[in-house]
């Protein structure tokens, strides 16, 4: 049996071994149509996913990400923890951001857990909660979208969708305004083996709608999470969205944010990658409708031998669109951090105003970056510009510091902390940048 063969025979029993332990879908707490729509969606993904096989680094999309070492993993089902020991840990991560502790919705394992979800600070017109609580009368709202964002047929969006026991959901109705930053906030806990934990997000703001939203991805031991949030603006919304992967250093993450944006929508995402010994984040954006505006920045921090890998893709569909896309990585020790980003501006998308850069910071001569900035345009009048970066930290400017009375340490630390600025001034919730500042230190 040659090793391609053995290869093959591995990818497709990690799936299937995954597949056979999905969670039962939770038909008998919906109504009717819904249950009977959510049971074809996961069924007609697993047939999907059973012809698919996981990816490697032969494939364009990964060659630079080597996912084998999940495959070996002996992935189990999550199993039911003691409440109190969970809602501890859950409740000592909220604590760290106050301003998000009005409006919060917790999942353990995968499942939703009431007692440590807060939704009674939200103003009318908003339905913050789970799936298997949603009322019927907001059933038809959520039926015509959950799955159908271009990119889910990819596999690990496939599997997600596959596995749907419960959906953390978002709906704005028109005009809906929330001040304050509504938190959702994923929680893995593994003890004696491997688990999996497949979250699902479902985002919408209708036209005129201003939401902001911090989605957390936290845990502790070894485990796998295979994340994936669907985002829908309509007219003239606007979402300030901010995404925190901090999973134990042990765990792995595989993350989509799926965006679909209609006319004169605004949709901003800042990410921040600290965790997870391998993690891939693929944000997808398209742009449905003309003057629409497309913010991403992002922040990856990857040490000893983490890898961490952001492939982005935003398609600009319509005239005056515009996109400004900045995205830092600090690298150290042996980590290994990769950075792809499309961006398309077809015939059709005249008078774009596109911008890319890729920004790397070696602190290791043993640290390793892959870049590879993208722009395909076919339109003839636009303004797009890309570009990428790798430097490490200036020997002249660590000198000048230390000529002030800085110890060496301090000096590096200050130009890192100047490095990140940039990124972290663009969350607008106040202790989330705190949070993420005390936890890039060298």
């Keep these: 049996m ?13 799936l299937a071994k995954i597949l056979q332990q999905r969670p039962i879908a939770p038909v008998d707490k919906l109504d009717k149509e819904t249950g009977e729509w959510l049971t074809e969606l996961r069924e007609q993904s697993a047939s999907w996913v059973s012809r698919l096989t996981v990816p490697t680094k032969k494939d364009e999309e990964w060659r630079f990400t080597d996912i084998s070492e999940i495959l070996d993993l002996d992935i189990v089902a999550p199993v039911s923890f003691d409440k109190e020991y969970t809602l501890d840990i859950a409740c000592q991560i909220i604590e760290t951001l106050p301003e998000a502790n009005e409006t919060c919705l917790v999942f353990i394992n995968g499942e939703y857990s009431e007692e440590a979800s807060n939704t009674s600070a939200l103003p009318k017109g908003i339905y913050v909660g789970n799936l298997t609580n949603l009322p019927e009368a907001y059933c038809k709202y959520f039926r015509p979208f959950l799955g159908t964002i271009p990119g889910k047929e990819e596999v690990f969006t496939s599997l997600n969708t596959a596995s749907i026991s419960d959906v953390a959901i978002i709906w704005a109705a028109p005009d809906t305004v929330v001040e304050k930053p509504i938190h959702l906030l994923f929680l893995s806990i593994a003890e004696n083996s491997v688990t999996i934990s497949q979250p699902r ?17 936290n845990g502790a ?3 796998l999470t295979n994340a994936v949030t669907e985002v829908f603006l309509g007219e003239n919304a606007q979402i300030n969205h901010t995404r925190l992967q901090q999973e134990s250093d042990t765990a792995y ?7 679909s944006q209609q006319k004169f929508s605004r949709y901003s995402l800042t990410e921040i990658n600290l965790g997870a010994k391998i993690s891939r984040h693929t944000p997808e954006v398209y742009q449905t409708g003309e003057q629409t505006e497309t913010n991403l920045h992002g922040l990856t921090v990857a040490k000893d031998q983490q890898t961490a890998d952001t492939h982005s893709v935003i398609s600009l569909e319509h005239p005056h669109g515009t996109t400004d896309q900045l995205h830092k990585c600090i690298v150290s020790d042996r980590a290994h951090s990769i950075f792809n980003g499309k961006v398309f501006v077809p015939k059709p998308a005249q008078l774009t105003n596109a911008s890319q850069l890729n920004r790397n910071l070696l602190l290791s001569p043993k640290a390793r970056v892959d870049t590879k900035p ?30 002030r009375g800085l110890t060496e340490n301090d000096a590096k630390q200050l130009l890192i902390d100047a490095f990140v600025t940039e990124i972290i001034a663009r ?7 705190e949070e993420i500042k005390y936890s890039i230190t060298l």
């Design 221 to 223: 031991s070894r485990y």
């Design 253 to 259: 993450h595989i993350g989509k944010t799926a965006v």
């Design 374 to 403: 993208e722009l395909q345009i076919t339109a003839d009048n636009v303004k797009c510009s890309h570009g990428a970066t790798v430097s490490q930290l200036e020997a002249d400017e660590i000198f000048y510091l230390r000529s």
């Design 2 to 14: 040659t090793q391609t063969t053995t290869s093959l025979i591995q990818e497709d029993l990690f």
């Design 201 to 217: 997000s479902w985002i919408v703001a209708e036209r005129n709608c201003d939401l902001t939203i911090v989605e957390e991805y």
């Design 427 to 433: 969350i607008p919730v106040k202790s989330v940048q």
